[in-house]
């Protein structure tokens, strides 16, 4: 009798100390859309064009091996649109993000919400938000 009683509060007290001190529940991770999951336009420094999915890393050539960049496009409102390469590095929570930008085969620079144009240092604005940050386009399916 004493016994069953006993049992049923020492459940009851396990019961409360599992509610007190489980962990707090783990958030699912979401599947979040990044440069990986799209494709890209890329540029080599020989001038090859091709698109490919995104990557941290830079990615060779399709054609001729040497490294290639994503390339953006950025929009001066005088001198119209340029080029600019884009580079990636793995943001804190592992994500891809941008890092990196590179007006005609110049120097890298940190990437910045407006890049000068190589004309008249007008900060240009990004033309067509492509990049992870906004990607609207569906998600091809690939084997
Ligand atoms: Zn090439
Ligand atoms: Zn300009």
């Given at each position: 009798m004493?016994?069953?009683?006993?049992?049923m509060?020492?459940?009851?007290?396990?019961?409360?100390?599992?509610?007190?001190?489980?962990p707090a529940?783990?958030?699912?991770v979401?599947?979040?859309r990044t440069?990986?999951?799209?494709e890209?336009?890329?540029?080599?420094?020989?001038g090859?064009?091709f698109?490919?999915r995104?990557q941290v890393a830079d990615r060779?050539c399709?054609?001729?091996?040497?490294?290639?960049?994503?390339?953006?496009?950025?929009e001066?409102?005088?001198h119209?649109?340029?080029?600019?390469?884009?580079?990636f590095?793995?943001?804190a929570?592992g994500?891809?993000r941008?890092?990196?930008?590179?007006?005609?085969?110049?120097d890298w620079f940190?990437?910045?919400?407006s890049?000068?144009?190589?004309?008249?240092s007008?900060?240009m604005?990004?033309?067509q938000t492509d990049?992870?940050?906004?990607v609207t386009r569906?998600k091809?399916?690939?084997?």
């Amino acid at each position: 009798m004493w016994s069953l009683l006993l049992a049923m509060s020492a459940a009851a007290l396990a019961f409360t100390a599992w509610l007190w001190w489980r962990p707090a529940p783990t958030v699912p991770v979401y599947y979040r859309r990044t440069i990986n999951d799209v494709e890209l336009n890329w540029k080599c420094d020989a001038g090859h064009s091709f698109v490919a999915r995104g990557q941290v890393a830079d990615r060779p050539c399709a054609m001729c091996d040497q490294p290639a960049f994503v390339i953006t496009p950025f929009e001066c409102p005088k001198h119209g649109v340029t080029e600019v390469a884009a580079r990636f590095t793995y943001g804190a929570d592992g994500a891809p993000r941008l890092s990196q930008y590179r007006v005609y085969q110049g120097d890298w620079f940190p990437a910045m919400d407006s890049v000068p144009c190589p004309h008249c240092s007008f900060p240009m604005v990004r033309k067509q938000t492509d990049l992870p940050d906004a990607v609207t386009r569906g998600k091809k399916k690939s084997g």
